[in-house]
């Protein structure tokens, strides 16, 4: 596998970094994750548009230009076997003197960046996935895609311990993580956004410091405001997940998922619903749409 580190590309049992890379002691470092099919980059632009806000919240300046990035993304998904990828891209504030303090002066950023294959989520598609719900304990800077996910680890942690796929997170209304089963609102899943659907409308959690601004949550938005289906973004009380007669869950990487059962209770009838069919295969034409234009 071939990996690009600072300006260059080699095989990743040669990339070699610092043990004091301020990635590796603190934490201290953004990422962004790329969908790529027929090897070209989906919603390029919107991607490297969040890197640019997650590298404003932490005070780090963008190594590159928009330009330059999308050169070495070109010759990262050309070193790659499959067609269709997922880019991990990672920057750090470089290696320093341990200090919690921003070196002074700053120090080169480590960049880095792998290709995966896309896996094809068909068997997901068809029978949905499980969930369970947690409180979210995140920091208040969730809109900042932070290399620091001990977090979200755990929290999906949880749900791969249930035997379930994503842990839904739910944000305590009153300060108490105990109260937040009667007072707490829905955020986004440990690795993915999530939607509720009830009678018929999508409703969506607001892009707020409370969530990721998700890539894919945008084009679902974007498909059903296009195509009139009913839709609503506002705060989901966490009543509300649990009387959805639908619950979706979009990523870069699995796209659009029914979730068809929450803490062990069906969602609905318990089989992906009307709206994911809909969305999905809207979801689906767009993408193709866009990759040959
Ligand atoms: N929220 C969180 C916490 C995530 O980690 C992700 C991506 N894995 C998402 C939402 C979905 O974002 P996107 O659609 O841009 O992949």
Redesign the pocket.
């Known amino acids: 596998m071939t990996i690009y580190l600072n300006g260059e590309f080699m095989p990743i049992a040669e990339a070699k970094i610092s043990v004091l890379d301020r990635g590796f002691i603190f934490g201290d470092g953004v990422y962004e994750?790329i969908p790529v099919y027929s090897r070209r980059a989906f919603r390029l632009a919107e991607h490297l548009q969040r890197l640019q806000h997650s590298l404003d919240g932490i005070r780090l300046a963008n190594p590159h230009s928009h330009g330059e990035w999308a050169t070495i993304i070109g010759q990262l998904i050309a070193h790659g076997e499959a067609q269709d990828q997922y880019l991990y891209l990672h920057i750090t504030r470089g290696a320093a003197k341990r200090d919690h303090a921003f070196p002074n002066p700053p120090v080169k950023p480590t960049v880095f960046m792998m290709s995966s294959p896309l896996p094809p989520p068909a068997a997901l598609l068809q029978s949905g996935v499980s969930a369970v719900t947690a409180p979210d304990n995140r920091w208040l800077r969730?809109d900042i895609k932070a290399i620091s996910l001990l977090p979200?680890v755990l929290l999906r942690q949880m749900a791969v311990d249930a035997g379930c796929t994503e842990t839904i997170l739910i944000r305590p209304g009153s300060n108490n993580e105990r109260l937040f089963m009667t007072d707490g609102f829905m955020t986004?899943?440990?690795?993915?956004?999530i939607f509720v659907v009830k009678d018929g409308k999508l409703l969506a959690p607001p892009k707020d410091n409370l969530?990721?601004p998700?890539?894919?949550?945008d084009v679902i938005l974007e498909i059903a405001a296009a195509n009139n289906i009913p839709h609503e973004v506002r705060r989901i009380a966490v009543t509300e997940v649990f009387a959805a007669d639908e619950l979706l869950l979009?990523?870069?990487?699995k796209e659009v998922l029914a979730i068809t059962q929450l803490d062990g209770k069906p969602v609905g009838s318990g089989k992906p619903g009307a709206m994911f069919a809909r969305l999905n295969n809207l979801y689906q034409e767009y993408k193709q749409k866009v990759m040959r234009a």
């Not at 986004?188 to 956004?193: I, K, L, V």
């Not at 979009?250 to 990487?253: D, F, K, M, V, Y």
């Open positions: 994750v969730c979200n986004e899943g440990a690795a993915s956004n969530m990721l998700g890539i894919t949550y979009t990523s870069s990487t």
